[in-house]
C-alpha cells in the first residue's frame, strides 16, 4: 500500500480535511498543528475529532503529519522567540498526541549568528521538556536546505540534535527531498548513496516520513523553493525511484506542491499511473 497525500487545510475542520484528502485520492495526509504565520490554533472540538477519527478508520489513511508553524524558532538567539517556540512545541506536541497523529514536524530552526552549535545545543533543550511524559507521538526534525543561519541541513546535525536532547527514542526525521537536494544531497543521481549516507550518520530506522518535493533550485543552491513533482530541477524518475525505493516505499509521503484540491489530485493520480507502468513494464502488477 503507498501511503501519499498533500497538505490539507484544516481551517474547515480535522474532519472535513480527511473528508477532502480521500476525495482527491490520498491515502495520507500533512496538516498545520496551527497558524503557520501566527500562534493561533482550533479550539478542542469533540465532534469534530470524533468524526474524524472514525473517518480516518473508514478510509485506512497511513499515518498521519501535523507540520509546526514557521514561527517556531528553537535555536533563537532572542529570548521571546525562543519561549514562544518552547511554549508552541511542548502545547503541540500534547495537542496532537491527543488527536492520535502519528508524527509532528518542525524545522529545527535558524541560530541567527549564534552558529551551529549554539543553534544545536538550544533546539534540544527547547525540545527535551516537550518530550517528557507518556505519549506516543514522535517528534520528527526536518531536513533542511541550510539558506540563511538554517539549521539541520546535514545529517550529521539532525543526530547532533537528537543525541543532546536525551529523548531520541522519541525523535525521528522528515526527509524533504527538495530540501536535502538544495542541501547538496544528490537524490536526483545518488539516492542510495544518500540514504546509505542517511543510515550511517542517523540511522534509517529513525526516518519516519518523506516530504515529497521536487526543487526549483539547483543541487547545492540552498534555496527552499519547492516545484511540482517532475517539474523541478530533481525531475519525475528520480522522485519515482524515491517512491519504490526499499529504504523508502513503506514510509508515508507528502506533497508540499503548489496545487489546489484539484491539481493535488491530478498529480496523485499522474503518480500513481506512472508507478503502475512502471510495474507493467517489470511485468508484474503494482501493490496499490
Ligand atoms: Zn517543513
Ligand atoms: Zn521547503
Not at 34 to 40: A, E, F, Q
Not at 117 to 143: F, K, N, Y
Not at 232 to 239: D, K, L, R
Amino acid at each position: 500500500m503507498l501511503f501519499i497525500g498533500p497538505h490539507m487545510s484544516i481551517a474547515g475542520g480535522y474532519a472535513k480535511a480527511a473528508r477532502d484528502a480521500a476525495a482527491i485520492g490520498a491515502t495520507a495526509f500533512q496538516f498545520f498543528s496551527r497558524n503557520p504565520r501566527g500562534s493561533r490554533f482550533r479550539k478542542h472540538d469533540g465532534e469534530d475529532e470524533a468524526a474524524f477519527q472514525s473517518l480516518r478508520r473508514e478510509c485506512g489513511f497511513g499515518p498521519l503529519q501535523a507540520h509546526a508553524p514557521y514561527t517556531l524558532n528553537l535555536a533563537a538567539s532572542d529570548e521571546r522567540v525562543y519561549d514562544f517556540g518552547k511554549t508552541v512545541i511542548c502545547e503541540d506536541v500534547r495537542r496532537m498526541d491527543a488527536l492520535k497523529i502519528e508524527y509532528l514536524v518542525l524545522h529545527p530552526g535558524s541560530h541567527t549568528g549564534a552558529g551551529t552549535e549554539a543553534g544545536a545545543v538550544r533546539v534540544a533543550s527547547a525540545l527535551a521538556p516537550a518530550l517528557e511524559g507518556s505519549g506516543s507521538i514522535t517528534v520528527l526534525l526536518e531536513t533542511m536546505a541550510g539558506g540563511g543561519t538554517e539549521i539541520g541541513a546535514s545529517f550529521a546535525q539532525l543526530r547532533e540534535i537528537m543525541d543532546l536532547t536525551g529523548h531520541a527514542d522519541r525523535l525521528g526525521a522528515c526527509m524533504d527531498l527538495c530540501h536535502v537536494y538544495a542541501a547538496g544531497y544528490d537524490v536526483k543521481n545518488d539516492l542510495d548513496g544518500v540514504l546509505k549516507r542517511f543510515d550511517r550518520e542517523i540511522g534509517l530506522s529513525r526516518l519516519k516520513s518523506v516530504h515529497l518535493n521536487d526543487s526549483m533550485g539547483a543541487l547545492g543552491s540552498k534555496r527552499d523553493r519547492h516545484a511540482a513533482l517532475g517539474e523541478g530541477e530533481i525531475g519525475m524518475e528520480a522522485i519515482l525511484n524515491a517512491l519504490e525505493h526499499p529504504a523508502l516505499r513503506d514510509l508515508p509521503f507528502y506533497t508540499e506542491t503548489p496545487f489546489d484540491d484539484e491539481g493535488h489530485a491530478q498529480e496523485l493520480a499522474t503518480v500513481r499511473r506512472l508507478l503502475a507502468a512502471r510495474a507493467a513494464g517489470r511485468g508484474n502488477q503494482p501493490s496499490s
